[in-house]
């Protein structure tokens, strides 16, 4: 983080009291969270608020459900999760923010008319097309795929695999995707629907798992086993999991965007929500610190940017 | 204390041992009450926005399905049986309410369906516990991963969330001029009737008696087999209601809503002052130990310590709260033993004044 | 002849038949469910660690009690195994596992004394360390987690590792099986915890050690729990504070399937293998046979259900034979 | 056996032996809760002897042998073995200090091996520490073999007959090899062989100068057996005489303790129309074509040994068990099978043998147990309320004079005789025209007894139809109008009033011929 002058817009509203932020991600012990956390913390210590996470050890909407009635007893200011289902949270949100706190999902949206604003890590046209395109270099861009995505109603993975299928039909008709199967974000459950995607599909060329714990997972059943080398993998992934099987040659690339800098955005941008700078309306345009400016596009989404692809020449420069 | 005379029951003989105040005061269900007035009032004192009508509104919102189940489940450990299926019951509730509602059918008839598949699964747990003659504990956890499985069988891990705005409102809405949310109507018409019928009923009497001693119950002419299928039925039955409301209440039918309940259920049941071994407890003290649970929860949220600790204190609450008991069981046994020592002394001095047999 | 005939007649000849079954179902649909590396491989690996809790499992119901608690000790002992490797660099694996199968002995030793001395049913004291233990592991773990980068190499090659074509997974937990086994059948004290659930009274009657006994199995359970969770960290590599959660009802799936009576005194601990065995072939066998993984539990209920069932029956047909015969005798 | 006034004097005291006792009980005392089981038991056992202990039902011999085996601790008195103060904390302890007990009801794990059950917790060892299977197998074998029966070593115990239950057991004490054996009622489901092969066994560990104690209510087994008799009533020692020196008569009138006939007090009733009817009713393994009438105003007499089906006829008539066929017809309309409730509502009563487990819920009040079988007569548009349960529970409290402090009392702390007036009030309460009391008497006080007797009479003059099971020959005698008597699941034997002698009822109930 850096050390954003806090201008005069902190003390706009509120009195004096300093804005009450909380992060709410999918689920806690998840490194891609913790590290968005991690950036939001930093930005709200940036502009003087206070922060706070919580959340449930499982990512289930009904679990979330209580965490979002809490900060609208409490009185949060601004509220920033990433939602487990795009429209069973809706009536908690909808009360929260009638409770006076200000919503902004990240990550995984809700029905836009939920929340006030969507941090988007990147379109999900990029994101689809940046997978897409990795898999088929590292094939040969022929032969058969499968997807390892996390629970089957998780809204962004949802929207990317559909992107994919269309990219996959429009630019490599060779590529065929035979399975798409769920991990549900679970460490152990990805680690076995990996063994038996490759047991099922005795041709598998390709796998790409459009999620962090799935990737890792997958990437640790096929660094030891059999198809090692054979089977490309790639999806989203965070270096420091990613790191060794980079290293060991069970994966050559894979992409993601910076989750830090994801969640500083979404703090920022709940600042600016909270500070009445902004209302969410498309062309609003509001500061993020070290990140710059930024404007709202349609549907009240922001963008942070493109995917960026991680590959042996480049992970080390990273850590997170 | 001196013990009263034991005398031949006359007119004079006493109702009641003790006063009604000491009958009522000196319980375990008084205990959990004054428990939750404590918890109530520190909390009041100390956590902020704790004293807000809305920490009412989502305590009795969130928690309405386990104090909906555990009335049915206070009946069924009261005749030493066990229910571990309630929670997965609820979850195929749920998927059949969404499934039905997705595949077009009108919501109160979805809603219908559901209810009565719940009770279908109760029918299932009662002639597997009452005909076959298996033990509750191991059917019923058969069941929970029956029911679960094909709960999660028909809807994957996909979750439906579309359904009528009316009925979801419903769900959520509070009595007017009240932060009390509207379930709590039927909750409070079904507590009323579990009391009654549990109180105030020859069923009532049987299922204590049952839960003491089958074999004399049996005796005494009460059908045994009938009244715990009966049970399990209700059971079921009032899990598919809670498993309606529950998909309303957030909008969303999925495979796996409310895994693990189960034990919140039956952990406040015993809090609450149920005994395991059947045939004690009763439902004031059950709702105040459900309402304990959640009263304890919402606060340490809100005051911003994390759910672990909810269930630490969860879990030391009940082995507390059954250990106690052992401990008082064994002190009152201690104190029967002492009267029939005092008994022997009295024999033995009479015995020895008048030998029958001089 | 007599060996041969009990054989084939016991309780777990039928579910290992369902369980070679299953396995020959799912080769015949796709052939390297069995015939490639990581097939054999899986197939052996994948139920090892469920095996261990099970046996667990198994050790506690004979004594008509039943241990909730166990996938939470999974799950506490498997980020214990990520810590120590993190805080005590250099830490030699064979610590780790003793302080693993410690930590766990220590827990079931808890609960054991809470269900031998309060007389507490184990339903209940085992439920409230379930919550306790799983609370006390979010606490410690909050959002942290174990990454397989914190392990040494040589630490997780356990969890993957072949040895003359068995994994070492495997080999330990047929080790655990066989002395358990051998235990139970020929020691005093193994033979004792079957009368302890065939009937508490008499076994008081007798003057049987009942609460050393009910103490020692939670004991057992616990520490092959713990034991579990160190092999967990091993096949896994990551561990979030959610590892080990539903474990419970596997195992106690496991015992029941194989035949290990949830009323007490029947039942072996080979049976309760081969039910993790095939609790976990099934899992992986539905998809490959065309079955959707998410009717997996499903399954796994209906085959509790059918196997007390099928128990039951078996009982009341033996009784109704001894009570005819009787009445021949008269 | 005759029941006859007294010949002679009885020692109240302990006779002071010659020789030293092996074990020695003086003033030993225990209760259980508030029921006192055992005020003052004394007993002396010597090497070589086997000794008879007997006495009514509940005179406290089975709590006396308890406290000898560790698995009951006495409150006060006595207790040396060898001369030596012993304090058993349990069977363990008892077992090691060379007891064996057999006790009186089979105490077996049902899903074990025979052999198992035998050698549990003892098992022989091989070197290694490991259980030595063949040598136990072996052992219980030649136990099998010494006692003359086969049962397969291998089986399960769950199934077994009550006889080779029994015969377990008592394979169970032989094999530890014991200085000391008690056998609490070992014969009561023997057939006579078995009982034979039992005592030649007992004889030859006598002669090997073991001591044994032999519980039985059978006196020609006493007097072919024992060699010295000691008496208890009430929970007390009554008097211990070698057996040569005492009579049937004088041992029956040490049990009882006053004038036989002063504790039936028989009223002359009217004897009225058929009220009961059961014919040809039938369970496999339990009964068989079981016919009789019952009228009213009549006491019916229902006699046998332990173990000849009694109990189960009387269950399978008010419908707690089902039967296989036959009918059961009441004032002359079928009763259905197995329905107890209806039998009730119909004017069936069942006053059941075992009062703690099968007539009382020990856990509720006297209220609560009193109003039990009558809770939807008192309920009010399906409402039951306390008030009217008290009242009713007040009402037949008092008429049977039931001693109690207040009426929320528990009734596991009252004492038996109370327990039982609590029984029957409950079922009184009915207002049945049968009544079927099934050992009315077991295990309570000679002052409570005679209450029961003269409720029993008073009940009959007032038109009421009494099916009375007993085991006490006196009792039935005293009592009932005509007797039945029962053997191995049979009605073998009718007599009147007036025919009825005890040798007749005795032939009936025991003899092999009359198959
Ligand atoms: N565990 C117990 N709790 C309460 N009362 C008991 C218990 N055991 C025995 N009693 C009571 O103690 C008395 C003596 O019982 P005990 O079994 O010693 O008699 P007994 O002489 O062996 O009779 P029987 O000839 O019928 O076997 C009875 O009144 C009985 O009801
Ligand atoms: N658990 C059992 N298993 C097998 N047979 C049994 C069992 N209990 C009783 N029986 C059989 O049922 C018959 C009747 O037994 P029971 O002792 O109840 O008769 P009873 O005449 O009522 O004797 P009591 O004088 O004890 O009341 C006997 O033949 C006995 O062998
Ligand atoms: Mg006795
Ligand atoms: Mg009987």
Excluded at chain 1, 265 to 294: N, P
Excluded at chain 3, 123 to 143: D, E, F, H, K, P
């Amino acid at each position: 983080g850096g050390g954003a002058p806090e201008g005069g817009n902190g003390g706009g509203e509120g009195g004096g009291e300093a804005i009450t932020v909380t992060f709410l991600p999918k689920n806690l012990g998840n490194p891609y969270f913790d590290t968005s956390s991690k950036g939001g913390k930093a930005a709200v210590e940036a502009f003087g608020g206070a922060f706070e996470e919580v959340g449930p050890t499982e990512a289930s909407p009904t679990s979330q459900v209580q965490y979002i009635q809490t900060a609208a007893q409490q009185g949060v200011n601004g509220l920033v999760i990433s939602a487990n289902d795009p429209s069973a949270l809706c009536d908690a949100l909808e009360e929260a923010r009638s409770a006076g706190t200000k919503i902004v999902t990240f990550d995984s949206d809700t029905d836009p008319e939920c929340r006030d604003l969507f941090i988007n890590q990147a379109t999900a046209e990029g994101i689809a097309k940046a997978q897409v395109d990795l898999i088929a270099e590292q094939i040969g861009d022929a032969g058969e795929i499968a997807i390892l995505s996390a629970s089957a109603n998780a809204t962004n993975q949802n929207a990317w695999i559909e992107l994919m299928k269309t990219e996959l039909e429009a630019n490599h008709p060779d590529i065929t995707l035979v399975d798409t199967v769920y991990g549900d974000d679970d460490d152990q459950k990805s680690f076995d629907q990996t063994a038996a995607l490759l047991q099922s599909h005795p041709n598998l060329k390709g796998i790409i798992s459009p999620t962090t714990v799935g990737i890792a997972a997958a990437a640790r059943y096929l660094s030891t086993s059999e198809f090692k080398g054979k089977v490309a993998l790639t999806g989203l992934g965070t270096p420091n999991q990613m790191r060794e099987y980079v290293e060991d040659g069970t994966v050559t690339a894979f992409a993601l965007w910076n989750p830090e800098d994801l969640g500083y955005l979404a703090a920022f941008a709940a600042q600016a929500l909270v500070a009445g700078d902004i209302t969410g309306e498309e062309g609003d345009s509001f500061e993020a610190g070290d990140l710059g400016e930024f404007e709202v596009g349609a549907d009240g989404t922001v963008l942070l940017g493109d995917p960026f692809v991680f590959n042996a020449d480049n992970i080390g420069d990273f850590d997170f | 204390m001196s013990a009263p005379a034991t005398t031949v029951v006359g007119t004079a003989t006493p109702a009641h041992a003790h006063p009604l105040w000491r009958r009522w005061l000196f319980t375990r269900e008084a205990a959990i009450i004054a428990l939750l007035v404590i918890v109530i009032v520190y909390a009041l004192a100390t956590v902020r926005n704790f004293g807000s009508p809305l920490t009412l509104t989502y305590l009795l919102r969130d928690t309405a399905p386990i104090l909906l189940i555990a009335l049915p489940m206070t009946l069924v450990i009261v005749t030493e049986e066990i229910d571990l299926s309630v929670a997965s019951i609820l979850g195929l509730s749920s998927v059949l309410t969404g499934v039905l509602t997705q595949a077009g059918a009108p919501f109160p008839l979805a809603a219908l369906v559901a209810i009565v598949a719940g009770a279908v699964c109760g029918v299932v747990n009662g002639f597997l516990v009452t005909v076959v003659g298996l033990p509750s504990l191991a059917v019923t956890i058969g069941t929970l991963a029956l029911f679960r499985g094909i709960a999660v069988g028909l809807l994957g891990t996909t979750a439906i969330t579309e359904f009528p705005e009316e009925w979801t409102d419903l769900a959520k809405a509070l009595i007017p001029g009240t932060p009390i949310p509207v379930i709590m109507i039927p909750f409070a018409i079904l507590a009323i009737v579990f009391a009654v019928l549990l109180h105030f009923t020859p069923f009532g009497r049987a299922l204590y008696a049952i839960g003491l001693s089958k074999e004399a119950a049996h005796f005494s002419g009460i059908d045994v087999a009938k009244t715990k299928f009966t049970l399990f039925v209700l059971s079921g039955a009032v899990s598919g209601f809670a498993g309606v409301y529950f998909t309303l209440l957030y909008s969303n039918a999925r495979g796996d809503n409310a895994t693990g309940m189960e034990l919140q259920i039956i952990a406040a049941v015993l809090l609450g002052g149920v005994s395991i071994f059947g045939g004690r407890g009763a439902l004031h003290g059950v709702i105040a130990g459900v309402l304990l649970i959640g009263t304890l929860g919402s606060a340490l949220r809100l005051a911003g310590v994390s759910g672990e600790v909810i269930n630490i204190i969860t879990g030391v609450l009940l082995i507390l709260s059954v250990v106690s008991a052992a401990v008082l069981a064994w002190a009152r046994g201690r104190r029967i033993a002492l009267i029939g020592r005092r008994r022997l002394r009295t024999a033995r001095a009479a015995g020895s004044a008048s030998k029958p047999l001089q | 002849m007599r060996i041969l005939k009990s054989l084939l007649t016991a309780r777990e000849t039928g579910i290992l038949l369902a369980l070679i079954l299953v396995i020959v179902a799912a080769t015949v649909a796709n052939p390297s469910f069995v015939f490639s590396r990581d097939g054999s491989r899986d197939l052996l690996l994948t139920p090892s660690l469920l095996l261990l809790v099970a046996v667990g499992q198994a050790v506690v119901i004979i004594t008509r009690n039943v241990d909730l608690s166990v996938g939470s000790v999974v799950g506490l002992t498997a980020y214990l195994t990520g810590r120590l490797f993190i805080d005590v660099p250099g830490i030699p694996p064979i610590v780790v596992f003793l302080a693993g199968g410690l930590l766990g002995a220590l827990l079931g030793l808890v609960n054991g004394a809470l269900v031998a001395y309060a007389k507490v049913p184990a339903l209940v004291i085992t439920l409230g360390t379930m919550y306790i233990y799983r609370g006390i592991n979010i606490a410690w773990t909050g959002s942290d987690r174990i990454n397989a980068s914190d392990l040494p190499k040589d630490f997780r090659g356990l969890g993957t590792g072949m040895f003359l074509g068995l994994p070492y997974l495997t080999l330990i937990a047929f080790a655990v099986l066989i002395v358990a086994a051998w235990y139970l059948h020929t020691r005093r004290s193994g033979r004792e915890l079957y009368a302890i659930g065939s009937d508490p009274a008499a076994a008081h009657l007798y003057g049987l050690p009942v609460t050393n006994r009910v103490l020692m199995a939670f004991l057992v359970s616990g520490a092959l729990s713990g034991f579990a969770g160190v092999l967990f960290a091993a096949r896994y590599g990551t561990v979030a504070s959610n590892a080990g959660t539903g474990w419970e009802l596997q195992a106690i799936g496991a015992a029941v399937i194989g035949g290990v009576a949830m009323a007490g005194g029947a039942g072996t601990v080979w049976g309760a293998a081969v039910g993790a065995f095939l609790l976990l072939t099934i899992n992986r066998a539905l998809p490959i046979i065309g079955i959707d993984d998410f009717w997996q539990q499903a399954v796994v209920g209906a085959l509790i259900i059918g196997a007390i069932v099928l128990d039951r029956v078996l009982a009341v047909r033996r009784h109704r034979k001894l009570i005819a015969e009787r009445e021949d005798h008269r | 056996m005759v029941v006859a006034p007294p010949e002679s004097p009885v020692p109240a005291d302990p006779p002071s032996s010659p020789a030293s006792p092996l074990l020695e009980l003086t003033d030993v005392a225990k209760a259980f809760g508030a029921v006192v089981a055992l005020r003052s038991g004394s007993l002396a056992l010597h090497r070589g002897s086997i000794h008879a202990l007997i006495g009514e039902n509940g005179a406290g011999k089975s709590t006396l042998v308890k406290i000898i085996a560790g698995l009951y601790q006495r409150d006060s008195g006595g207790f040396t073995l060898d001369g030596d103060e012993v304090d058993f904390a349990s069977t363990a302890q008892s077992k090691a200090a060379g007891i064996a007990v057999i006790y009186q009801e089979p105490t077996l794990f049902p899903d074990l091996s025979v052999v198992e059950n035998i050698f549990m917790g003892r098992q022989p060892t091989t070197r290694t520490g490991g259980i030595d299977r063949r040598a136990m197998r072996e052992e219980a074998v030649a136990i099998f073999d010494r006692l003359g029966v086969r049962i397969d070593p291998d089986r399960v115990t769950d199934g077994l007959s009550i006889a080779d239950q029994q015969i377990i057991e008592i394979a169970k004490a032989i094999s530890l090899d014991a200085r000391v054996l008690i056998m609490d009622e070992p014969t009561a489901a023997l057939s006579g062989v078995e009982v034979e092969r039992l005592f030649a066994v007992a004889r030859s560990l006598r002669d090997e100068g073991r001591a044994l104690m032999f519980i039985s209510h059978r006196f020609d087994e006493v007097f072919a057996l024992c060699d010295t008799v000691t008496v208890m009533r009430d929970g007390a020692y009554v008097a211990t005489t070698p057996i040569s020196e005492t009579t049937v008569d004088a041992l029956v009138r040490q049990m009882v303790g006053r004038d036989v006939t002063d504790l039936f007090p028989k009223l002359e009733a009217q004897i009225g129309d058929v009220v009961l009817e059961v014919e040809g009713l039938s369970r496999r393994g339990v009964f068989r074509d079981i016919t009789f009438q019952l009228r009213a105003g009549e006491i019916v007499g229902l006699a046998g040994l332990v173990g000849a089906g009694r109990s189960e006829v009387a269950r399978a008539v008010f419908g707690v068990d089902r039967y296989d066929s036959g009918s059961v017809r009441l004032s002359g309309r079928a009763l259905p099978k197995g329905d107890v409730r209806a039998a009730t509502a119909r004017g069936v009563a069942l006053v059941p043998e075992d009062r703690r487990k099968q007539g009382l819920v020990l856990d509720q009040s006297v209220t609560r147990n009193t109003a039990l079988a009558i809770r939807s007569r008192l309920s009010r548009w399906g409402l039951l309320w306390e008030s009217r349960e008290t009242a009713a529970s007040r009402e037949w409290a008092s008429r049977l004079e039931v001693k109690t402090s207040a009426l929320d009392t528990e009734v596991g702390t009252l004492s038996g005789g109370n327990q039982q007036k609590v029984v029957l009030g409950k079922w009184l309460a009915t207002h049945p025209s049968v009544l079927i009391v099934d050992e009315p008497t077991r295990g309570i006080d000679v002052g409570t007894k005679s209450e029961v007797h003269r409720l029993l009479s008073q009940l009959a003059q007032e038109g009421l139809a009494i099916l009375m099971i007993s085991s006490e020959l006196p009792e039935v005698l005293g009592m009932a109008d005509r007797v039945l008597v029962m053997r191995e699941g049979r009605i073998t034997g009718e007599f009147s009033r007036a025919e009825a002698t005890p040798e007749n009822v005795m032939t009936a109930a025991t003899a092999e011929a009359a198959a």
